[in-house]
């Protein structure tokens, strides 16, 4: 009786060695796997910044809500000689149709910050265009000019948005450098946060109603044109074709 006691805590044992053998086991191929799928070479990145060998940066305004301080980024930019791109929201060209044409007109670039400002991660693949296409055809209506780059709102995105974005035509497009506008935490802190972080092929967020935006815009420019930053559209910093983008998002041309 004590041999077949000891025989069946010795199976017991062997039974629960086995068992954490393979668990830890399991363990290790799901946190693998899940460290290769994160950095798995066809995962879809947007652009957030750009590889370049020169001095080219760009500012780009995101217009959701609101029109208070438009025409003072317009008449600032114009003072500087700089062109930027707008991105825009379709209830925003719906509500200001008169200020999509003025940006137009001044000469800046127009892209596309969806029609309802979702989290486009969160929809399906047809909603995902429908998103896009509704924008970009009113964009095309008042302006006669399709836009071809896409801002996901709030920079949620997944690979189908990416995708889609593609399929439809567009360049997902994020930001490296976020002045936080949206905190209102006053001029300086916007002018510094900016000035500090950027580096040739960056890509600066901010948005068309933020407070302050009249005040430290003029003072970013100026600080940016003294280091010997020439400020471009996103389309005239971004790379069109043998490229690729790397973990953080900056893509870079293939030598």
Do not use: M, Q
């Given at each position: 009786m004590k041999r077949n006691n000891n025989y069946n805590f010795t199976y017991r044992i062997i039974i629960v060695l086995m068992t954490m053998v393979l668990s830890l086991m399991t363990i290790s191929i799901?946190?693998?796997?899940?460290?290769?799928?994160?950095?798995?070479?066809?995962?879809?990145?947007?652009?957030?910044?750009?590889?370049?060998?020169?001095?080219?940066?760009?500012?780009s305004f995101d217009a959701a809500y609101g029109d208070e301080y438009t025409l003072d980024i317009l008449d600032t930019l114009d003072k500087y000689n700089v062109k930027s791109t707008f991105f825009l929201v379709k209830f925003w060209v719906e509500k200001f149709p008169h200020r999509v044409e003025e940006i137009h007109k001044r000469g800046h670039e127009i892209g596309n910050h969806s029609a309802t400002h979702p989290n486009m991660s969160t929809l399906s693949r047809e909603n995902m265009a429908k998103e896009l296409n509704d924008t970009g055809d009113l964009i095309y209506e008042i302006t006669k000019e399709?836009?071809?780059?896409?801002?996901?709102?709030?920079?949620?995105?997944?690979?189908?948005?990416i995708e889609v974005a593609r399929e439809n035509g567009y360049h997902t497009i994020q930001w490296d450098i976020d002045s936080l506008d949206w905190k209102e935490l006053g001029v300086q802190p916007v002018v510094d946060r900016v000035v500090r972080n950027v580096s040739s092929g960056s890509i600066v967020l901010f948005h068309n109603n933020a407070k302050y935006i009249s005040e430290y815009l003029p003072l970013v420019i100026e600080k940016l044109q003294e280091e010997?930053?020439?400020?471009?559209?996103?389309?005239?910093?971004?790379?069109?074709?043998?490229?690729?983008?790397?973990n953080n998002g900056r893509q870079i041309p293939n030598k």
């Open positions: 799901s946190k693998n796997y899940s460290v290769i799928n994160a950095f798995s070479p066809t995962k879809e990145l947007p652009i957030y910044s750009v590889e370049r060998n020169d001095n080219k940066i760009a500012i399709k836009p071809i780059l896409f801002r996901p709102p709030y920079g949620d995105y997944n690979d189908t948005v010997g930053y020439e400020i471009v559209p996103v389309s005239e910093l971004i790379h069109y074709e043998d490229y690729k983008i790397d």
